[in-house]
Nanobody, 127 residues
Framework: QVHVVESGGGSVEAGGSLTLSCTVS????????MGWFRQAPGKERGGIAT???????TYQNAVRGRFTVSQNSARTTLYLEMNKLKPEDTAMYYC?????????????????????WGQGTQVTVSS
């Protein structure tokens, strides 16, 4: 059984930083993608940063240069370092994992490409 659990959310002032963590267990195929997604009230859930087994990453334009996604060597923990936070970054942040992946393709940002989801962690940025 696959388990995905996020942690590290909270409240911060604009310009501040937060780091989210996500622990993953139960996946047997090591080609899987991992990624961070977010959903603000009234908006659809969208991908912001994803990573493949070989470390290749994909970022949403709105976070590129401010957020950094990384994984540990065992691929059991996913991180999202968030800097220069803005009020528009306020959302529920989700970690997700796909069943399989490929080093030949950039890891996708589409939520439908991911099969296992955590419960989410709230990030609130005040102005």
């Amino acid at each position: 059984q696959v388990h995905v659990v996020e942690s590290g959310g909270g409240s911060v002032e604009a310009g501040g930083s937060l780091t989210l963590s996500c622990t993953v267990s139960g996946i047997t195929d090591n080609t899987f993608y991992m990624g961070w997604f977010r959903q603000a009230p009234g908006k659809e859930r969208g991908g912001i940063a994803t990573i493949a087994a070989n470390g290749q990453t994909t970022y949403q334009n709105a976070v590129r240069g401010r957020f950094t996604v990384s994984q540990n060597s065992a691929r059991t923990t996913l991180y999202l370092e968030m800097n220069k936070l803005k009020p528009e970054d306020t959302a529920m942040y989700y970690c997700a994992v796909s069943k399989v992946g490929s080093d030949l393709l950039r890891p996708p940002l589409l939520p439908k490409s991911y099969n296992y989801w955590g419960q989410g962690t709230q990030v609130t940025v005040s102005s």
